[in-house]
């Protein structure tokens, strides 16, 4: 007979992958163990591996998870009416925002794609495809004359700013959120539109 979910199981899952993300970030995701992850997150290690049967499933189940919520998030906003300037506008702010609610999920995505198995990076690696081909899309409407070839190194210029802020940031300083995602908009968008064929 199948065992049957506990009400909570979606919480927990979710309590899981946000202590271990923090002890990947403090650690390491080779120097964190599974025993680690389970004190971390004031569970038994047999009931963590009742979520996960090994540290790889966890990495991958937190770094699917935000890559599929950062996809959601850009393709509702392309999605949004008005001019693509705004939409970018609202892209960056968005962008940055989910970063900062789930940063370190993100230094994860950043950093330990590369310890997990071929077999499970595959997936992921589409998933950062389609994260990059959808900045690429929304490029591509600001600044529509440029040659097709030149549309993936400005995201990844766009993305890799944006990523790497996550490292150095601090909400609570001198330069409010808002600010810095306007700073980071104009900063772009001001050499981007200039570019020509």
């Known amino acids: 007979m199948p065992r049957v979910r506990a009400d909570d199981y979606d919480a927990k899952t ?39 049967p090994a540290k790889d499933d966890l990495l991958f189940a937190m770094l699917e998870e935000h890559l599929e919520n950062l996809i959601a998030n850009i393709e509702e906003i392309a999605a949004q009416p008005g001019p693509a300037a705004q939409r970018f506008g609202n892209f960056v702010q968005a962008y940055a925002q989910k970063s900062a609610q789930s940063r370190r999920r993100h230094l994860s995505a950043m950093n330990d794609l590369k310890f997990l198995p071929k077999n499970l990076q595959a ?74 064929a």
């Open 14 to 52: 979710q309590s899981i992958l946000d202590s271990a993300a923090s002890l990947f970030a403090k650690v390491g995701y080779p120097n964190a163990k599974m025993q680690d992850i389970a004190k971390a997150c004031g569970a038994s290690k047999s009931m963590l591996y009742h979520y996960f």
């Open 123 to 196: 997936p992921l690696l589409q998933l950062e495809t389609r994260v990059t081909g959808l900045v690429a899309d929304m490029l591509r409407e600001l600044n529509p004359k440029l040659p097709d070839d030149a549309y993936k190194p400005y995201t990844m210029l766009l993305v890799g700013m944006l990523n790497w802020t996550d490292t150095w940031y601090k909400p609570g300083g001198t330069m409010k959120p808002q600010e810095l995602c306007e700073r980071i908009s104009r900063l772009f968008l001001t050499g981007f539109l200039a570019e020509k």
